[in-house]
C-alpha cells in the first residue's frame, strides 16, 4: 500500500521513492508505482513470455497435429482440383511437423523434403500456399523471387526473404526456425542459357548460387528491416535447418522440353512421325522431371535441393465453373455478401456464368481471369445498386456482355 510521507505526498509501493524522487508516480487502487519500476516490470514481463514462447515452441504433440487427410480436406474447401499437388503438399506439411517432434536423441535423423511445385499462370500455387497458411501452427511466409539479386547490386538480398518470416511471428527467432516459406515466382531466376553463365547473371544463376545455402540449412544474416545489408545494421541470425521451403512458378514452355525429352510433339507445332505419341499440350506437365527444370535454366545444385516435384495441371471448363461458386471464398459469395451488407439481394443467372468461364477461356486467364471479368462485370453494380434501394438485383448475360464490350477486356482476345 502507497505510503504517505507528508499529507500530500505518495511513494512507490516497490521502491519506495516520493514523488520528488522520480519522475511520474502511477497512483492505483490501493498503492502507487513509478516509471522506472514499471519499466523493469515491463521488461521483466517481456523476458518472462520470450522464455515461455520458447520453450512452447519446442513442444509439438504429435496427436495434436492436422492429419495429412485433414489437411487435404482443409484445402479442398478452398481450393478445386489439382489433387496431386494437394496431397503432395499435405504430406510434406505433415512430415515437417513430425520433423520438428522427432526425438533429438535417436540415431535417425528426419531430413527435410523441400517443394517445388510446377503449374501455369492462375492454376492456384499461390492460393494453395495462402490457404496452408490459414491452419498451420508454425511461422508462414509468401516471397516473391523477382526483386532478389546478388549482393551488391540493385534489388534485394537473398537473405531478405526471410524477413517477412520474422514478421509473422513478431520476430521470434525460435518461432521462425521452424517455419514454412514459399517462395513464389522461383522460375524467373533460371539462367538465361542451358550452359553456365560466363557472364554475371545477377538476377539468375547468382540468386540459385545464393538460395543453396537457404534450402540446405545454414545460420544466416538477416536484415531485420529487409532490402540490402550495410555494415552498421543489426543483423538477426536465423539457422534455416528447420525450415520448409515451397518453391513454385509457372515455366512457361517447360511443355517444349518435356515433349523433346519423351520424343513428343507438342499439339500445334508440327507434324510428328508414326512413331512418335502425340500428348495433349496440358497434360504434359505431368511428366515433368528435374531434368527438365535443368534444361530450363535451374542449376543442378539447386534441383536437389528440392527434392520432391509436383506439378498443378490446367483448369478446365468445368473446374473453372465451380471456382465461381463453390470455394468457402468463392468470388460469387463474396459479392452477395457484399451486397447484402447493403440489404440488396443479388441473383445471378447460370448462363452469366458459363459467359465468365468461356471468356476465361478464351483470355487464357486461367483462375485468376475469372474475378477480373467478373469485377469488370460488375462495377457499375457496385457504384449504381447501394444508392437505389433495392431489395434484388438480376445479373444477366445481355448485360454481362454488354459491360464487357465497353472494357479493355476485348484487346485481350486478339493479343
Known sequence: MAKKNSREQLSCSFCGRVEGEVELLLPGLNGCICNECAERAVELSREYLHTYQKQRAAEIKLNELPKPDEIKDFLDLYVIGQERAKRYLSVAVYNHYKRLAQDKGDDTDIEKSNIIIVGPTGTGKTLLAKTIAKLLKVPFAIVDATVLTEAGYVGEDIESLLTRLLAACDYNVEEAERGIVFIDEIDKIARKGDNPSITRDVSGEGVQQGLLKLLEGSVVNVPPQGGRKHPEQKMIAVDTKNILFICGGAFEGIERKIAQRLNTHVVGYGAAANHVR?????????????????????????????????????????????????????????????????????????????????????????ARGLRSIFETIMIDVMYQVPSQHLDTYRLTRDYAAQQLEKSNFDLLANA
Open 278 to 366: 502425340q500428348e495433349d499440350r496440358e497434360r504434359l506437365l505431368h511428366f515433368v522431371a528435374p531434368q527438365d527444370l535443368r534444361s530450363y535454366g535451374l542449376i543442378p545444385e539447386i534441383i536437389g535441393r528440392l527434392p520432391i516435384l509436383t506439378n498443378l495441371e490446367s483448369l478446365g471448363r468445368d473446374a473453372l465453373r465451380q471456382i465461381l461458386t463453390q470455394p468457402k471464398n468463392a468470388i460469387v459469395k463474396q459479392y452477395k455478401k457484399l451486397l447484402a451488407m447493403d440489404g440488396v439481394s443479388l441473383v445471378i443467372d447460370d448462363d452469366v456464368l458459363d459467359f465468365i468461364v468461356d471468356k476465361a477461356i478464351e483470355y487464357k486467364l486461367g
